[in-house]
């Protein structure tokens, strides 16, 4: 296989992927605005949350989800519905948190949102009888706000260099184990076994960070 019937499939591949993930971030905004304005408003943050979960660098529409979901805050702060509001704040940081790598994305966002976590979650302790006062319950609760969710860099970096190794170790087998005559089996099932321990290692580094 040439070098650039490989670069085509590597491209073909990568656009693949950009354009499965834009079908998703469209067709989930489109549900969650739909939700917004029957003002099922759990529904609409989940589908808006489901647009950031499919991250595009530079999309336009994660910016409108997360607008959308600051909208949904606002309105549960007008309703004085204050469950609603820490489900909407949760489930942004949540999926923030969850496309999270070795840089974060909307990192400005993240800020101003785990800053609301931390308020209104020591405001319902403080409701609830905690002992320590407000000021008291929110420096603690920075403490546990700051630790949870966060993925560990260092796993984030080597989940990352391991798919990548994943990939190009398998465009390279793919060029360099066939040919127009035989197969070459041996190489071959030497380059499936590296794959498939870098599949598993990728998918571990996945789960833990």
Same mark, same amino acid.
């Given at each position: ?20 993930? &834009? ?18 408003? +759990? ?25 959308? +979901?600051?909208?949904? +805050? ?26 999270r ?8 966002v ?7 976590? +931390? ?13 320590? &006062? ?46 127009h005559d ?28």
């Open positions: 296989m040439k070098k650039s019937e490989v670069t085509l499939y590597i491209l073909f591949f990568l656009l693949s992927i950009v354009a499965l993930l &834009s079908f998703r971030q469209i067709k989930a905004f489109k549900e969650a605005t739909e939700a917004l304005g029957r003002e099922k408003y +759990i529904e609409a943050v989940d589908g808006f949350c489901e647009v950031i979960y499919n991250h595009i660098p530079f999309s336009p529409l994660e910016k409108k989800a997360i607008d959308s +979901i600051y909208g949904v +805050i606002r309105t549960a702060d007008k309703m004085g519905d204050q469950t609603l509001k820490l489900y909407a704040i949760e489930m942004l940081r949540r999926s923030i948190y969850g496309i790598h070795i840089s974060t994305p909307h990192s400005a993240l800020e101003d949102i785990n800053r609301l976590t +931390i308020e209104l979650r020591s405001h319902f302790l403080v409701q609830d009888g905690y002992s320590k &006062s407000l000021s008291e319950t929110e420096a603690e609760m920075k403490g546990i706000v700051e630790k949870e969710l966060a993925p560990n860099p260092w796993i984030s970096f080597i989940t990352i260099c391991v798919f990548l190794g994943y990939l190009l170790f398998a465009f390279w087998s793919i060029s360099n184990c066939t040919n035989r197969i070459l089996m041996k190489k071959f099932l030497v380059s499936i076994s590296i794959l498939l321990i870098l599949a598993l290692g990728w998918a571990m580094g996945f789960y833990l960070c």
